[in-house]
């Protein structure tokens, strides 16, 4: 089983930059893929990134490409996604799941908690 927690989500003027974190419990975390997905308010949850076990292949929404990247430290049992540019579009809630594909559509395992990105205009 894989706990995952993220952190690093706050309050940020439209233009700015933020770097999410995911850490994850368990020593099989290197055999998942992992990605990143967020809800905003009233909507559904959206894929965002995905990344492969190894890290060397990644995938992303239309909506964040170009924009967001998305890394994992496999000694650190850790993933990121770095936020730039940034839309009040991109407000939602930010959570990182555990998979077997990192092929989209992801089929997630384990999820986190989710933490709280706010984008002002």
């Known amino acids: 089983q894989v706990q995952l927690a993220e952190s690093g989500g706050g309050l940020v003027q439209a233009g700015g930059s933020l770097r999410l974190s995911c850490a994850a419990s368990g020593r099989t975390f290197s055999s998942y893929a992992m990605g990143w997905f967020r809800q905003a308010l009233g909507k559904e949850r959206e894929f965002v990134a995905t990344?492969?076990?190894?890290?060397?292949?990644?995938y992303y929404a239309d909506s964040v490409k170009g924009r967001f990247t998305m890394a994992r430290d496999n000694a650190k049992n850790t993933v990121f996604l770095e936020m730039n540019r940034l839309k009040p579009e991109d407000t939602a809630v930010y959570y990182c799941?555990?998979?077997?594909?990192?092929?989209?559509?992801?089929?997630?395992?384990?999820w986190g908690q989710g933490t709280q990105v706010t984008v002002s205009s």
């Open positions: 990344i492969s076990w190894s890290g060397d292949s990644t």
């Open positions: 799941g555990a998979g077997r594909s990192w092929k989209p559509p992801m089929i997630v395992d384990y």
